[in-house]
């Protein structure tokens, strides 16, 4: 057995961790108690087996590439951080990112991910043609929109509870550069950051950065980016067509002492970081791809700056009517507390596509805490705030929200269920959080 | 024809030698890999094309079977500028020490195979007058230890013979680099502890190769440390290095 984890490193459990080489010791490797695992980037326990977890990292081939129209087939452990740095410059990018670049095609599409740009161009599912998915049943099938639909929009969103996902066929973005012209908004407060927000509904993309220690008039306070590909003629002379990634450079080497963070600290870091953001408000620049979408990648293992212990995610979804007031409360709180993340971020999304895909239209709201003290009772409160608005939790990012949360968030649950049920009758694809949110015990 | 530069990938299907195909094709030269079961190499070859479309051949290549050696070589429709043997065998030590079969293959595929079939192909370079050969041998060479020294002595054997091949063959515009990687996060090494600050992936031994064909390096340690490490262990008295356990 091995201890596994999740990004955030809580929960640490035991799983056997299988690397398979082949599709066929991918089949072998599933027995009851499995699920796939790809970049280990969601924050919980959605990528941990009930008994074994399957790697998936190690089948990172393309198969093939079309470059008129950016087609590609690849097998599901490719990261897209390697999509970016091979296809980037050949003039395509991935049409959806995550806040890291560090995750896997199969992981992307079970967590059906969002970018800065889900509320005008939806999720990563959507830029997914089909899939090749090993059931659970021990089948393996092709699924797309037209062929095994139910497959396919379970699988989209699915966290990995429809079986294991071994190829996918997507398309890519052409893009002219690897640059992105970048404006950014200070807005006072909560309200002023909506409404910026909303102006931006049609910037392709669009994020919101929330000083959560910010409180009383200040509350909300935050830098809002809003970013398009930039085109030929608007880089800057001499700058090559596609800028150069960086490899995670600096290490945090060791897990720092939970005291370095505090209010204290967490103070000083947000006031620092709103100032220098709010000089850089106005007109507009041009930044590389790499810091605009994946600004704490230049940092690498930074969860372990929340110490040993781990730290959790609380992403949540409100719909749009009433978000003001949800929000709002939820922001009192935290900076109340005090001890809440370095940074808060807050978008809009759109439709989700996959039936158990996080997006509703409305705003999310992502926040860090370390775990300790009383932080479960107080995540459960807030809990209660997002499903009384009708909202829900992200489930690639939780790791400890109740089943009463997960159902009240997730109507489509029961078509869902059924589904998975018909993939795999005998039950055999668990993970951590089926086990805690799924299945029947 | 495309005047480009070309490699040849001997032991293409470890995650090594996909890993420096994978480094020579996104620097734009054209690959073959060589392997026992081309078709298990067809997935590969079909990735470098997609990714960064350079041409890829295949070839079936065996090291244990010498005697096809000569017409491997010849067999080629263009000899390539850079030659590249990934092959090895780990084995297992226990086995070898009883297990005479067992150590001779272990023997001839780090010593025999390898050696030879650079060999040959530093005749058709000489004969040219340009071309690199790369070695990946092993820090396991450089000492024999108590736990893998059947393996060890192969290595050693391949680094002595690449070492002479070098100062031979570059009096004739051929050079030679040796690659010692220390522990790397394969196939083969699955399930063996291994020091974490000591341990790379193999995309990093892939860059590495490259750069050292294009800088014309001659031995490399892939991760600097080890450097460091395999000189002190290599200094040590035999009376105190027979009494460590490792
Ligand atoms: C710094 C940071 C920023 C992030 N920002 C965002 C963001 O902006 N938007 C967003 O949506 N998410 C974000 N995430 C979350 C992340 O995108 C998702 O958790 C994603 O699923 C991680 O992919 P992974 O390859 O690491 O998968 P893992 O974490 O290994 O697995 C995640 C889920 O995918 C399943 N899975 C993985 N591979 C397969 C497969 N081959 N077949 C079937 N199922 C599979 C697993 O079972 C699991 O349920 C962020 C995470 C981090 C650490």
Same mark, same amino acid.
């Given at each position: 057995?091995?201890?596994?984890?999740?990004?955030?490193?809580?929960?640490?459990?035991?799983?056997?961790?299988?690397r398979?080489?082949?599709?066929?010791?991918?089949?072998?490797?599933?027995?009851?108690?499995?699920?796939?695992?790809?970049?280990?980037?969601?924050?919980?326990?959605a990528?941990?087996?009930?008994?074994?977890?399957?790697?998936?990292?190690g089948?990172?081939?393309?198969?093939?590439?079309?470059?008129?129209?950016?087609?590609?087939?690849?097998?599901?452990?490719?990261?897209?951080?390697?999509?970016?740095?091979?296809?980037?410059?050949?003039?395509?990018?991935?049409?959806?990112?995550?806040?890291?670049?560090?995750?896997?095609?199969?992981?992307a599409?079970?967590?059906?991910?969002?970018?800065?740009?889900?509320?005008?161009e939806?999720?990563?599912?959507?830029?997914?043609?089909?899939?090749?998915?090993?059931?659970?049943?021990?089948?393996?099938?092709?699924?797309?929109?037209?062929?095994?639909?139910?497959?396919?929009?379970?699988?989209?969103?699915?966290?990995?509870?429809?079986?294991?996902?071994?190829?996918?066929t997507?398309?890519?973005?052409?893009?002219?550069?690897?640059?992105?012209?970048?404006?950014?908004?200070s807005?006072?407060?909560?309200?002023?950051?909506m409404?910026?927000?909303?102006?931006?509904?049609?910037?392709?993309?669009?994020?919101?950065?929330?000083?959560?220690?910010?409180?009383?008039?200040?509350?909300?306070?935050?830098?809002?980016?809003?970013?398009?590909?930039?085109?030929?003629?608007?880089?800057?002379?001499?700058?090559?067509?596609?800028?150069?990634?960086?490899?995670?450079?600096?290490?945090?080497?060791?897990?720092?002492?939970?005291?370095?963070?505090?209010?204290y600290?967490?103070?000083?870091?947000?006031?620092?970081?709103?100032?220098?953001?709010?000089?850089?408000?106005?007109?507009?620049?041009v930044?590389s791809?790499?810091?605009?979408?994946?600004?704490?990648?230049?940092i690498?293992?930074?969860?372990?700056?929340?110490?040993?212990?781990?730290?959790?995610?609380?992403?949540?979804?409100?719909?749009?009517?009433?978000a003001?007031?949800?929000?709002?409360?939820?922001?009192?709180?935290?900076?109340?507390?005090?001890?809440?993340?370095?940074?808060?971020?807050l978008?809009?999304?759109?439709?989700?596509?996959?039936?158990?895909?996080?997006?509703?239209p409305?705003?999310?709201?992502?926040?860090?805490?370390?775990?300790?003290?009383?932080?479960?009772?107080?995540?459960?409160?807030?809990?209660?705030?997002?499903?009384?608005?009708?909202?829900?939790?992200?489930?690639?990012?939780?790791?400890?929200?109740?089943?009463?949360?997960?159902?009240?968030?997730?109507?489509?649950?029961?078509?869902?269920?059924?589904?998975?049920?018909?993939?795999?009758?005998?039950?055999?694809?668990?993970?951590?959080l089926?086990?805690?949110?799924?299945?029947?015990? | 024809?495309?005047?480009?530069?070309?490699?040849?990938?001997? &032991?293409?299907?470890?995650?090594?030698?996909?890993?420096?195909?994978?480094?020579f094709?996104?620097?734009?030269?054209?690959?073959?890999?060589?392997?026992?079961?081309?078709?298990?190499?067809?997935?590969?070859?079909?990735?470098? @094309?997609?990714?960064y479309?350079?041409?890829?051949?295949?070839?079936?290549?065996?090291?244990?079977?010498?005697?096809?050696?000569?017409?491997?070589?010849?067999?080629?429709a263009?000899?390539?500028?850079?030659?590249i043997?990934?092959?090895?065998?780990? &084995?297992?030590?226990?086995?070898?020490?009883?297990?005479l079969?067992?150590?001779?293959?272990?023997?001839?595929?780090?010593?025999?195979?390898?050696?030879?079939?650079?060999?040959?192909?530093?005749?058709?370079?000489?004969?040219?007058?340009?071309?690199?050969?790369?070695?990946?041998?092993?820090?396991?060479?450089?000492?024999? @230890?108590?736990?893998?020294?059947?393996?060890?002595?192969?290595?050693?054997?391949?680094s002595?013979?690449?070492?002479?091949?070098?100062?031979?063959?570059? @009096? &004739?515009?051929?050079?030679?680099?040796?690659?010692?990687?220390?522990?790397?996060?394969?196939?083969?090494?699955?399930?063996?502890?291994l020091?974490?600050?000591?341990?790379?992936?193999?995309?990093?031994?892939?860059?590495?190769?490259?750069?050292?064909?294009?800088?014309?390096?001659?031995?490399?340690?892939?991760?600097?440390?080890?450097?460091?490490?395999?000189?002190?262990?290599?200094?040590?008295?035999?009376?105190?290095?027979?009494?460590?356990?490792?």
């Amino acid at each position: 057995m091995t201890l596994v984890s999740g990004w955030g490193r809580f929960p640490v459990v035991d799983s056997e961790l299988l690397r398979p080489r082949s599709f066929e010791a991918v089949g072998e490797a599933v027995v009851t108690g499995s699920v796939a695992r790809g970049n280990g980037r969601a924050y919980g326990d959605a990528a941990i087996g009930a008994i074994r977890t399957v790697a998936m990292t190690g089948f990172d081939r393309v198969r093939s590439f079309d470059p008129v129209t950016g087609r590609i087939r690849l097998e599901a452990g490719v990261l897209l951080s390697d999509l970016i740095d091979t296809f980037g410059p050949r003039g395509f990018l991935p049409f959806v990112v995550p806040g890291t670049r560090f995750v896997s095609v199969g992981g992307a599409i079970a967590a059906d991910v969002h970018g800065k740009n889900h509320h005008c161009e939806g999720g990563f599912g959507r830029y997914v043609d089909s899939i090749l998915l090993r059931t659970g049943q021990g089948e393996t099938i092709e699924a797309s929109r037209e062929q095994n639909s139910d497959a396919f929009f379970a699988t989209v969103g699915g966290m990995g509870l429809t079986g294991v996902i071994l190829e996918a066929t997507m398309r890519l973005r052409p893009v002219e550069t690897g640059w992105i012209r970048e404006r950014v908004i200070s807005a006072s407060d909560l309200d002023a950051a909506m409404r910026a927000l909303d102006a931006g509904d049609s910037a392709t993309y669009s994020v919101a950065w929330i000083d959560c220690a910010a409180r009383g008039s200040d509350l909300g306070r935050s830098l809002i980016y809003l970013g398009e590909h930039a085109r030929t003629g608007e880089i800057a002379d001499g700058a090559g067509a596609f800028p150069a990634g960086k490899n995670p450079g600096l290490a945090v080497p060791v897990d720092l002492p939970s005291m370095t963070l505090n209010r204290y600290s967490i103070r000083a870091f947000n006031e620092l970081y709103y100032r220098m953001g709010a000089r850089r408000a106005g007109g507009g620049h041009v930044v590389s791809l790499y810091p605009y979408f994946f600004p704490l990648d230049s940092i690498a293992d930074w969860n372990r700056i929340y110490g040993r212990r781990g730290f959790l995610q609380h992403q949540c979804v409100i719909p749009e009517l009433g978000a003001r007031a949800v929000l709002g409360e939820i922001l009192d709180r935290v900076a109340r507390r005090g001890d809440a993340s370095f940074l808060a971020v807050l978008k809009k999304l759109g439709q989700g596509d996959g039936i158990l895909s996080f997006p509703l239209p409305g705003y999310t709201l992502a926040l860090d805490f370390p775990v300790k003290g009383d932080i479960l009772n107080f995540l459960d409160e807030i809990d209660r705030l997002v499903v009384a608005a009708g909202g829900r939790l992200y489930l690639a990012k939780d790791a400890r929200q109740s089943r009463a949360t997960f159902e009240a968030g997730y109507p489509a649950l029961r078509r869902f269920n059924a589904i998975r049920k018909s993939l795999d009758p005998a039950g055999t694809i668990r993970s951590k959080l089926s086990q805690r949110l799924f299945d029947e015990v | 024809m495309t005047s480009r530069k070309s490699a040849i990938v001997l &032991g293409g299907s470890s995650d090594i030698g996909r890993a420096a195909a994978r480094a020579f094709a996104k620097a734009g030269y054209d690959v073959a890999l060589a392997g026992r079961d081309v078709a298990a190499l067809e997935p590969d070859a079909a990735d470098l @094309r997609a990714r960064y479309n350079v041409e890829v051949g295949l070839r079936t290549f065996d090291v244990l079977d010498t005697a096809s050696f000569e017409g491997f070589v010849s067999g080629l429709a263009a000899l390539p500028d850079v030659v590249i043997s990934i092959v090895g065998l780990l &084995g297992v030590q226990q086995n070898a020490e009883s297990d005479l079969a067992h150590a001779t293959t272990i023997m001839r595929s780090n010593y025999e195979g390898p050696s030879l079939i650079l060999g040959l192909f530093a005749e058709k370079f000489l004969a040219r007058g340009s071309g690199t050969i790369v070695g990946v041998s092993s820090v396991a060479g450089d000492r024999g @230890r108590a736990s893998n020294y059947v393996y060890g002595s192969a290595k050693a054997g391949f680094s002595a013979f690449l070492s002479g091949l070098r100062a031979r063959a570059s @009096r &004739g515009g051929v050079h030679v680099v040796t690659v010692k990687p220390g522990f790397v996060r394969t196939k083969m090494t699955e399930g063996m502890k291994l020091i974490g600050p000591l341990t790379v992936e193999a995309p990093v031994v892939g860059d590495a190769i490259l750069n050292a064909v294009e800088k014309k390096t001659d031995v490399i340690y892939v991760s600097g440390k080890w450097r460091l490490v395999m000189l002190i262990i290599k200094t040590l008295p035999e009376a105190v290095f027979k009494k460590l356990k490792f």
